[in-house]
């Protein structure tokens, strides 16, 4: 089941920034967002490590330091 949730522009744009991958879902986005909120109250240095992969991700994503979708299947024998 889905649903449709209005967003401001603002927090779209915010939401945006947390995408590891250009089709990346707000679905996806959200649920990361929410592991890291669970995780850091219970294990501090583990959200402080998932933040800082994300980020590390994103950069060597605009570098262009990444495996297509079509190549992953490719390797994957999809």
Do not use: C, W
């Amino acid at each position: 089941m889905t649903t449709t949730i209005k967003l401001r522009e603002d927090t779209k744009h915010e939401l945006d920034q947390f995408r590891e991958y250009r089709n990346e879902s707000y679905d996806e986005v959200i649920k990361k967002m929410i592991y890291i909120v669970k995780t850091v109250r219970t294990d501090p240095q583990l959200s402080r490590e998932a933040a800082i992969a994300i980020e590390e991700a994103r950069k060597r994503i605009k570098e262009g330091e990444f495996v297509s979708e079509e190549e992953a299947k490719k390797r994957l024998g999809f």
